[in-house]
Each structure stands twice: as structure tokens, then as C-alpha cells.
């Protein structure tokens, strides 16, 4: 069964840092690629970023692109999104999500995480 | 940047067909996916490259997609489909976008 599991999700400072981890069980993780979307509260999805299987493509939202950090370690079958100078905005619920076994990141996300919230408030 | 466009709302009736939108500049020269979120859950992947149904997905799920507007449709409609839908494409300017969502509110 596949599993995502999101943490390191909380209350932060505004232009404090978070590290959010992404634990994958059940199938080889090192053959997918793999995103992180957001949901603010009581609004839409946004896509915040996407990285391929092995780390050669990877691509950001313009809203986190210079703050956010995008990787994976194959190893530990575990994605992360480190995101420095945090902003209210930066607000949501935070999911992990898998992609395909192309080479790009360019496929539907096929499973999610349960998501974990980030809250930026003084 | 590349914009998708869903309306806000769809209400139907159960047993009918619900139809939900999702407008793009030549939308139909991209692939398509369909996501359903039911409140407090995470999304679910309901349609894939514009018509394509992951295992699980009821039949009745459907998709198209052609010129400028791609369409989710549900057929006979129940009340468990009652949730938010939302549209999304690879747009190699903007990356991948998503529309701003649908709820569906089944009467």
C-alpha cells in the first residue's frame, strides 16, 4: 500500500524557517517523481514544487522561488521542502504528493499525503 | 502565466449529470487531470490525461477535452460525489497550474 507521510509542519515567525519531511512507504520511491502542493485555509490547491527521480529537474512556484528548497533522498525514501523567510501567506496545509516514473516531472499525482500545516504568525 | 478558469459552483440533483468546467487558453492541446477533495481530506485523483480513470474510480466519472474548455462529468450523480473538484495541466511557461476549484453541492 502506498503511503505518504508529511511532518515538520508549525507555528513559525515570519521570516523564520521550517523543514517539512516526507516519509514513502510502498512502493520504489526512487523511480517516481514527487511534489509538494498547498492549501491555504479555505482556499484552493497551489502547486509549490516538483522534483524528478533522481533530482536532475526541478521546478518552483514563482511565490516560493529563492525561498524554498526542493529534495529527496532515495536512500531514505524521504522528500523535503526546507522553506526559509517564511510569510503569512506561506500559510496552508502542506501535502506531499507522487508523480510518475518518467524522467520528468510531467505526470498526474496519483497519491497524497494527509498534509501537514504550517502556520506563520508572530 | 497560463490561467484555469472553474466555476465556483455546480449544484445537481441526484441521479442526473453534473458537469464541471475548466477553461484555458487552447486547453485542449494539454493533458488534463481531475482532482476530488471532500472537506478534511487530502485530493484524489479522479481523471487522468483528460479521460483516463484510475483503478477504484467509479465508471461513472468521466472526461473530455477540446479547443479552449475541459470538462469532469459525473453521471448519476450521489450524494457521496458532494466535494470540491479541481482541474489541472503542465504549462511549460507556467509549470503546473491548477484551477481555483468547483464545489459540488449535490440537492
Known amino acids: 500500500e502506498v503511503q505518504l507521510v508529511e511532518s515538520g509542519g508549525g507555528l513559525v515567525k515570519p521570516g523564520g524557517s521550517l523543514r517539512l519531511s516526507c516519509a514513502a512507504s510502498?512502493?520504489?520511491?526512487?523511480?517516481?517523481?514527487m511534489n509538494w502542493v498547498r492549501q491555504a485555509p479555505g482556499k484552493g490547491l497551489e502547486w509549490v514544487s516538483s522534483?524528478?527521480?533522481?533530482?536532475?529537474?526541478?521546478y518552483y512556484a514563482d511565490s516560493v522561488k529563492g525561498r524554498f528548497t526542493i529534495s529527496r533522498d532515495n536512500a531514505k525514501n524521504s522528500l523535503y521542502l526546507q522553506m526559509n523567510s517564511l510569510r503569512a501567506e506561506d500559510t496552508a496545509v502542506y501535502y506531499c504528493?507522487?508523480?510518475?516514473?518518467?524522467?520528468?516531472?510531467?505526470?498526474?499525482?496519483?497519491?497524497w499525503g494527509q498534509g501537514t500545516l504550517v502556520t506563520v504568525s508572530s | 502565466s497560463y490561467v484555469l478558469t472553474q466555476p465556483p459552483s455546480v449544484s445537481v440533483a441526484p441521479g442526473k449529470t453534473a458537469r464541471i468546467t475548466c477553461g484555458g487558453n487552447n486547453i485542449g492541446s494539454k493533458s488534463v487531470h481531475w482532482y476530488q477533495q471532500k472537506p478534511g481530506q487530502a485530493p484524489v485523483l479522479v481523471i487522468y490525461?483528460?479521460?483516463d480513470r484510475p483503478s477504484g474510480i467509479p465508471e461513472r466519472f468521466s472526461g473530455s477535452n477540446s479547443g479552449n474548455t475541459a470538462t469532469l462529468t459525473i453521471s448519476r450523480v450521489e450524494a457521496g460525489d458532494e466535494a470540491d473538484y479541481y482541474c489541472q495541466v503542465w504549462d511549460s511557461s507556467s509549470d503546473w497550474v491548477f484551477g481555483g476549484g468547483t464545489k459540488l453541492t449535490v440537492l
Open positions: 504528493a507522487r508523480g510518475g516514473t518518467t524522467t520528468t516531472v510531467v505526470t498526474p499525482f496519483d497519491y
Open positions: 510502498g512502493f520504489t520511491f526512487s523511480s517516481y517523481s
Open positions: 490525461y483528460d479521460s
Open positions: 522534483i524528478s527521480s533522481s533530482s536532475s529537474y526541478i
